[in-house]
């Protein structure tokens, strides 16, 4: 997401007037931006000014005008602390009619799994280099929470009467109480879902019919075109990363990297194009290190690679 597109939705959310789809793209955005290390896209004159016209009207729609100019002030640097809360700490509160609502983005560091209880009891993992945005305190008619970007494996406490999703970009997956997981990274063509225990319900693009998946099965849904496919998979396979293990299944070069990336804090780049397509199948331990698994997959498929300054060229 662009700048001024941030700027745009950030004024919009300061004057209460972002649509839900709006406050995940802006918080999507902060995350990248925040995962990236770049967390100045505003500097602080544009900051304080939008800041200072919330503040305004603030002042002429409640009487504020008769107050004492500190507590103007101090209602600046409480907003202030709220905006830099957003970006820096990832929380954000939206008010849906009287009550306050309370979300809480969350962000897996590169190199680190993070792993989380809601307040259902339920309990995420996060892979490294992922975001999730969830509710803090579901109420008793929706549980639900947003995969904005990577990989996460869900156990999830059963609730017949309130279901539990996950959203992603182009799915929704719906279950009681069960254990599956979900690599949704958006630089990827698909979304894939894939049952350990229990069942599921994955709804893919509007009109076709759910996908529903036991144990051992998966579903991959392209999110441009909406196509999904339904496989027979070893789910253990899938959430190896949970473990620290690497358990590539005709994978191409281009997804392995964004996944190393992730897990070494590294970045990954192809000097030929064609490169990134090469699909190959391996495994790999926890204990392996970058460089061996660098040396497999380069031999494996007739490639050279340099590693310079934390930047890695096949």
Known sequence: MKENDLKRLLDRYLRGECTPEEERQLEAGFDRLAAE?????????????????????????????????????????????FVLAFCYYKRAYFIHGSAAIQYAVVVAPKGERKKL???????????????????VKFDRHTREVTLLDGEAFFDIQPNDKVPFVVATTGTHTRVLGTAFNVQAYQSFEAVKVTVIRGSVAVNGASGQTPVVLLPDEQVTVNTTTGQQAKNHVN?????????????FRNETLANVALILQNRFNVKIGFKTPGSREIRFTANFEATDSLDKILFAIAKANGLTYSIKNNVVLF
């Open 37 to 81: 290390g770049d967390t100045e896209v505003y500097d602080r004159d544009r900051k304080l000014h939008s800041i200072k016209q919330k503040i305004d009207r603030q002042i002429r729609q409640e009487g504020w005008i008769r107050f004492p100019v500190i507590m103007k002030m101090a209602a600046a640097v409480m907003l202030v602390s």
């Open 117 to 135: 209880t809601l307040s259902d009891g339920s309990t995420v993992i996060l892979n490294a280099g992922s975001t999730l945005r969830y509710r």
């Open 235 to 247: 789910a253990d396979e899938s959430i190896s990363w949970v473990q620290g293990r690497f358990q």
